[in-house]
């Protein structure tokens, strides 16, 4: 009689033991209980739903986001003087990731530039996005999560989602934090 007590036992903390992970799932997924973690390792937002860039241009600069994560600084006005200060931001960002900081591209987004000259040795492509709409519009909707009017950080992702924006609020210490760990998650 022991035996089969103990065999019982046995069965049904077994099943207990494999079903209660499904149990909590179900739970969490239906609503019935309302969690959601206090913190999370990133500071910036996410994007959501995440932005896919090849859908707002066919360009070759879009095209090149594939394969490593890019961060791009959005300026909706042309491009003057404020420029070389945010080139400069976008340039301390990438070489704050030390050896990996070949893993970051840097893309500056604006309705024009003043200035046609192309330096050769700028770390930083400049895209003049003042003829797309759809792009200029899209960028305009997601200031609201970002830096606001129209100006905007965002990180797009090695497979060419746009896929978190960082706020006035995010400090550069917070920002290099993230890109960090984004730049880590691939180990090419």
Not at 110 to 124: A, K
Not at 151 to 174: C, D, I, K, Q, S
Request: proline share 3%.
């Amino acid at each position: 009689m022991q035996a089969k007590t103990k065999n019982k036992l046995t069965i049904t903390l077994t099943i207990v033991l494999f079903a209660s992970p499904v149990v909590v799932a179900y739970l969490l997924s239906s609503g019935i209980i309302n969690y959601h973690p206090g913190s999370t390792k990133n500071n910036g937002v996410f994007v959501s739903p995440l932005v896919k860039m090849s859908d707002y241009s066919d360009k070759n600069w879009v095209k090149n986001l594939m394969g490593h994560w890019t961060l791009i600084r959005r300026v909706p006005e042309v491009c003057n003087t404020q420029c070389q200060v945010l080139e400069d931001e976008l340039v301390r960002y990438q070489l704050s990731l030390g050896h990996r900081a070949d893993k970051l591209k840097l893309l500056l987004l604006s309705d024009g530039f003043q200035t046609n000259d192309e330096d050769p040795y700028t770390m930083v492509e400049k895209v003049d996005i003042s003829k797309n709409t759809s792009l200029k519009t899209m960028f305009n909707d997601l200031s609201q999560m970002s830096l606001k009017k129209g100006h905007g950080m965002y990180v797009v992702a090695p497979e060419g989602y746009l896929m978190m924006a960082f706020t006035e609020h995010n400090t550069t210490t917070e920002i290099i934090r993230d890109l960090s760990l984004l730049v880590k998650r691939k180990g090419d």
